[in-house]
């Protein structure tokens, strides 16, 4: 089995500055990552995902994260945060065989971003 | 891209009763799940719905509780049977095809369940 665990719950920022949300994973087996992030009221929307090859993703909106298998990490970080980047932001891991597809989400972050 | 709708998007129901969720996505998928978000709380894992054959249900969910059904590879329904507020949640249908090369697995927008 694999958890997530996403160290803080609760991140505010202020407009224009950098930001890093945390997270770490278990498995004993290899996992796919995932960043999602949840706009009030709204779905989830895929961010970036890391599958293999570079471990520094890209994603949406100017988001990336680097994973990091000997630290079990899997943090995403923003150079310059916007007021629209207000949203809860879950980290996911999923893994392969039988299990494909199905993921394992941590708790969640609450990014406020303060004009 | 998938594109994936749920009806209804939110719902107020009185215990005992059942109340059935529609999943609809875009273009045929391999694989559909069926997630739960508590409030103040992240995704569970309900069960993946299996097209043509029952769901797999993860642990502490029941198919009694939950029956879920996939007719074709674009469409889902999860049923919530004999409700009680502590079904009271949000309900999120996710498919893609995850583990084939084309790994995205996109998220609906979902269901806003209050049960009183």
């Known amino acids: 089995a694999q958890s997530v665990t996403q160290l803080d719950s609760q991140v505010p920022v202020f407009e224009e500055a950098p930001v890093e949300l945390r997270c770490n994973y278990s498995s004993s087996v290899s996992v796919y990552l995932f960043w999602y992030v949840q706009y009030p009221n709204q779905g989830l929307q895929l961010l970036l995902k890391y599958l293999s090859g570079s471990t520094l993703v890209k994603g949406i909106n100017g988001f990336e994260a680097e994973f990091n298998k000997s630290q079990t990490s899997f943090h995403l970080r923003k150079p310059s945060v916007h007021i629209s980047d207000t949203a809860e932001y879950f980290c996911?891991?999923?893994?392969?065989?039988?299990?494909?597809?199905?993921?394992?989400f941590g708790q969640g972050t609450i990014l406020t971003v303060h004009p | 891209s998938a594109v994936i709708s749920q009806k209804p998007s939110r719902d107020i129901c009185q215990r005992g009763t059942s109340l059935t969720i529609q999943c609809q996505v875009d273009?045929?998928?391999?694989?559909m799940f069926w997630y739960r978000q508590q409030p103040g709380q992240s995704l569970t894992l309900i069960a993946t719905?299996?097209?043509?054959?029952?769901?797999?249900?993860e642990s502490g969910f029941v198919i009694d509780k939950f029956p879920i059904s996939r007719p074709n590879l674009t469409f889902s329904t999860l049923t919530v049977s004999n409700m009680s507020p502590e079904d009271s949640s949000i309900y999120l249908c996710s498919a893609g095809h995850p583990g084939t090369g084309r790994d995205e697995q996109y998220f609906g927008p979902g269901t806003r369940l209050t049960v009183t």
């Open positions: 273009s045929q998928v391999t694989m």
């Open positions: 719905a299996n097209q043509g054959s029952e769901a797999t249900y």
């Open positions: 996911a891991v999923g893994t392969g065989g039988t299990s494909y597809g199905k993921l394992t």
